[in-house]
């Protein structure tokens, strides 16, 4: 029983790194049409500028992580406007080669700029374990716990309760009549692609904390984030919380309780079984619209 | 735009991953280029960016202080050394076709190969067909020098060897009766474990009661340690690389599951210890197979160690004294064989006994090199880091 519960806790911490991500990736799907092959490395970036901000703002974990959050968003917003608003109009597969070729650069870069190795990464929360009955927390785990909610929170706030919010989501639910009411699309696209990025920044930041922080991070972080996108129903907010939260807990349980050697090879059978009874995954609906966070 | 598109999107997606994902061959015949002109260029294929970068670096940088020290001591056969080198992106097939250019275009009598076994191995079948000699400093991949290839060569330690070592010193010295092992789930962690340690442990006496996999690159491995932990085994054998490595110390502690760890040799690195906080470094119970220790107490590897950080301001690993030993190698093997000419080469490496900065250097008859080991302790109270317990001549395992 304590060894089941201690798996949820881990899992839950892995699931939400991965719905944080997972929310990006069903904001762009929804409000630009992208799949973003990219995205991942927002996670990458996002561990790196906060590791140079603990060093240069001698040390504080918080100033830190917000500083990073917000400068990776406004550099996600650079990004979309110079690489991916000038393919608007032209195939999408344009578009995935773009974000392919995007995400390659990203990583050369973060060799280049912060080296090939594993960096160590300060743990923000601290180190020491709180007890659950007879399982343990670790300071950091219940963190990044924390901050996923209270970003999924805030993401939530600003969606519904701010003008931006109600300009997102209209161009989310249809781009042409958003435009016929006076809402900018491209800006709100490339504020959508900044946002998001912030929350793999985010992701990312809190993950590394929990690990280290290393230049390919993002690569298979992109592939968790997409595949708990899509069980969760490409597009649909809520659903990439979902989908992130059962991808850690079935990643952890597998290999905890079947086999770690086909860990992912269980995790994603039954994420392929979950697309053939509900092919537009588990929340998504036809025309999908944001709903709540 | 409706959803159909969107669809077709996804179709599209997944064939793009799959072209990225298929693997490439190329197999072309060459020849060599004969005669002394100089310089005397040599190639090198190593991953200077992707997954396997770090072990590139380190390999480029001994290999590059090799040869200035060979170049200022009058270099090879009188000509000055020079290195073509070739990054691989860390993608075999690319290892494969920049080998072809060494040998086709830039006519090089000498390849040396990567420090990724899967690139010394796409880059092994250009270099027989064309009949070039191939040196890999450092790979531990047993396939490089077991499939009878008569013109590859490989300096460092085989993994086969380091499993046999540590199976005895796990049974005999420290005693686990149950043992417990996580390895990653590669040829590089499979075959020691599965074919090597597992059946030695028992011929000792003691039982491989679970094993657990990893695939590189996880960052949590929770999973498998508390599985292994309700196992109730003595202790735990770690076979991959140094993130999982340090990740699976940091678990063990945080999880409060405390088992002593025996780990491979591809975790002696000084990159590992730096990911670990001091803390766990303090708390935990660490063994490790090696056959470079940059702690070492021997003047000459401190000489060496020292020269190496004021050059690269870092320590020095067990890749980078191989690409630093395989250039004297190389200079010892082209004078003996008096010439770039492959046969004399072939017969010169050989034959080639050398004593370098990390021990004594010969080949076997499969052209596997037959090395020192040694078992170390990560002992962090003098702040240290691992310290040897025990050292191993070559030849004994």
């Not at chain 2, 004078?335 to 034959?351: H, I």
């Amino acid at each position: 029983m304590s060894t089941f519960l201690q798996h949820l806790i881990q899992g839950s911490t892995l699931g939400a790194t991965y719905a944080l991500v997972a929310l990006g990736f069903s904001m762009q799907f929804s409000a630009m049409n992208l799949v973003n092959f990219a995205h991942g490395e927002s996670f990458m970036l996002g561990a790196f500028v906060a590791l140079v901000l603990t060093s240069s703002l001698g040390g504080s974990y918080l100033l830190a992580f917000l500083g990073a959050v917000v400068i990776l968003g406004v550099f996600g917003a650079i990004i979309e406007r110079i690489s991916i608003r000038p393919l608007y109009g032209t195939s999408e597969l344009n578009l995935f080669v773009a974000t392919i070729g995007l995400s390659i650069l990203l990583r050369q870069v973060g060799i280049l700029l912060f080296g090939a190795d594993a960096v160590p990464f300060p743990a923000g929360f601290g180190t020491s374990n709180i007890a659950i009955g007879p399982a343990v927390i670790n300071r950091q785990q219940l963190g990044i716990i924390v901050a996923a909610v209270l970003f999924m929170v805030g993401l939530n706030l600003l969606l519904r309760r701010t003008r931006l919010g109600v300009a997102m989501r209209a161009v989310a639910q249809d781009p042409s009549t958003a435009a016929l009411m006076g809402i900018n699309v491209p800006l709100i696209k490339t504020l959508v692609y900044g946002v998001s990025t912030s929350l793999g920044a985010a992701a990312g930041i809190l993950f590394a904390s929990l690990t280290f922080a290393v230049f390919d991070m993002g690569l298979w972080m992109g592939i968790k984030g997409f595949t708990a996108a899509v069980v969760g129903g490409l597009g649909s907010l809520p659903g990439a919380v979902l989908g992130g939260l059962l991808l850690g807990l079935i990643e952890q349980l597998s290999a905890g309780y079947i086999s770690s050697l086909y860990r992912d090879a269980i995790s994603l059978s039954v994420l392929i079984l979950v697309l053939l009874v509900l092919p537009a995954g588990l929340m998504g609906r036809r025309g999908s619209t944001w709903g709540k966070v | 735009m409706g959803r159909r598109s969107k669809s077709f999107h996804l179709f599209w997606l997944f064939a793009a991953l799959m072209l990225v994902a298929a693997p490439a061959c190329a197999s072309l015949p060459g020849g060599t280029g004969d005669g002394l002109e100089c310089p005397l260029r040599l190639g090198s294929v190593r991953p200077e960016t992707g997954q396997g970068a770090a072990f590139g670096q380190s390999l480029a940088d001994g290999l590059a202080m090799g040869v200035d020290e060979v170049n200022a001591e009058g270099g090879i056969l009188g000509c000055e050394v020079e290195v073509i080198a070739y990054d691989s992106q860390s993608v075999p097939a690319n290892a494969a076709t920049l080998t072809q250019r060494l040998i086709t275009q830039d006519n090089v009598p000498l390849v040396i190969g990567s420090s990724i076994s899967t690139e010394s191995l796409a880059m092994m079948e250009i270099t027989e067909n064309a009949q070039v000699p191939i040196y890999v400093p450092s790979a531990a991949s047993a396939k490089i020098t077991s499939q009878g290839y008569d013109w590859v060569w490989r300096q460092s330690v085989i993994d086969r060897s380091a499993a046999v070592l540590f199976a005895d010193y796990i049974a005999n010295d420290l005693g686990w009766e149950s043992v417990g092992v996580i390895y990653e789930n590669t040829d590089y962690g499979k075959i020691p474990v599965q074919e090597v340690l597992g059946p030695r442990l028992e011929e000792n006496g003691s039982e491989l009661t679970i094993a657990e996999a990893f695939n590189p690159g996880d960052v949590d491995l929770s999973g498998q340690l508390l599985r292994i932990a309700d196992a109730g085994v003595d202790g735990l054998v770690y076979w991959g690389h140094e993130k999982e490595a340090a990740t699976l110390l940091k678990q063990n502690q945080q999880l409060d599951v405390n088992l002593p760890i025996a780990g491979n040799t591809g975790i002696v690195y000084p990159a590992f210890l730096e990911l670990l906080p001091a803390d766990v470094q303090a708390e935990t119970d660490l063994v490790a197979v090696s056959q470079f220790v940059w702690t070492t107490d021997d003047p000459e590897q401190l000489a060496w160690i020292e020269e190496f950080r004021e050059r690269f301001g870092r320590d020095p690993d067990v890749t980078a004294m191989d690409g630093y030993d395989a250039v004297f190698v190389l200079k010892k093997a082209f004078e003996a064989a008096g010439s770039t000419e492959n046969t004399a080469l072939q017969q010169a490496l050989n034959e080639v006994e050398y004593e370098g900065v990390g021990g004594f250097i010969s080949f076997d008859e499969t052209g596997q090199a037959i090395r020192s080991l040694a078992i170390a302790r990560l002992t962090p109270k003098d702040g240290k880091g691992f310290e040897v317990v025990r050292e191993v001549e070559p030849g004994e395992y």
